[in-house]
Each structure stands twice: as C-alpha cells, then as structure tokens.
C-alpha cells in the first residue's frame, strides 16, 4: 500500500484598527469593496479570482471564502474575516489564511505576500469609511 506524506498547510494571520463601529466595518467588509484582488501579471493581463464562501455568521461579523480557481496561483486557499468591536468607535479586524503548499514558492514569501495583501484590504475599507463620511454633509 503506498502512502504519501502531506505537507501541512501554510498559514498566517493579519489584523488593522479601523476607526468606525463594527457595523459599518461589517457593511463596507461585504458590499462596499469589489470582491477578488488585483494581482500584478508579468504578461500585463489582468488578474482573476473565482472565490465562494463557505460559511457566514452575521451576528459574530465573520465569513470563510475559498479561492476556488485563479490565475494568480493561490488556488485552495480558504480565507477568513473576523471582525471585533475594539470599543471607541472602532472595530478590529481580523483576515487569516490558509493554503497548500505553493510549488517553486516560499512559505515565508507567500505568507508575506497574503499578509501584505490583506492588510491592504483592511487600509481600503477604512479609507472606504473615511471616504464615504467626508462626502456625508
């Protein structure tokens, strides 16, 4: 019987303040950001990312989502988004991730590269919120 031995999944973590209530965090997190990222291609053509969630729960503010297909190479990778009220009006934002190991990549490399990312997306939705209240007169 041949057996294979599995690499374990690589994984990491993220998190940002956002200077809103969680609520607010929680709407712009699921409607007011276009889903998928952009990803830079050598070849200059545009990135792609076929994602579908796997769970939600509202009243805890959090999602799972699975990259299904992409052509960025991070297919599998399951995603998650916890949100926290931090008090003061504002609200914690939690992003992790897990993937397979990714042939010809670092672990470090990728989890550097998710990380950076992510933390990009939580910037977007506080620059989001902050946006959408200076236009509010």
């Known amino acids: 019987m041949a057996f294979q031995a599995r ?5 990491g973590s ?3 303040l956002v200077d809103a209530p969680i609520d607010r965090v929680w709407t712009m997190a699921m409607f007011g950001l276009s889903p998928g990222f952009m990803f830079p291609q050598d070849d200059g053509e545009r990135s792609w990312i076929k994602e579908r969630l796997v769970s939600m729960d509202t009243s805890s503010h959090s ?6 297909a992409s052509n960025v190479g991070l297919d599998g990778s399951v995603n998650s988004l916890k ?5 003061d009006d504002s609200t914690l934002v939690n992003w992790s991730f ?5 042939e010809g990549a ?5 989890i ?3 990380g950076f990312l992510y ?19």
Do not use: F, H
Request: charged share 30%; hydrophobic share 30%.
């Open 14 to 16: 993220i998190g940002g």
């Open 119 to 137: 933390k990009s997306c939580i910037n977007r939705i506080g620059g989001a919120i902050e946006a959408s209240s200076s236009t509010k007169v």
């Open 7 to 11: 690499q374990s999944k690589w994984r």
């Open 106 to 110: 670092s672990e470090e490399s990728i």
């Open 112 to 114: 550097d590269y998710l």
């Open 83 to 87: 949100l926290e009220d931090y008090g």
């Open 63 to 68: 999602y799972v989502y699975k990259m299904e």
């Open 98 to 102: 897990e993937i397979d190991p990714v």
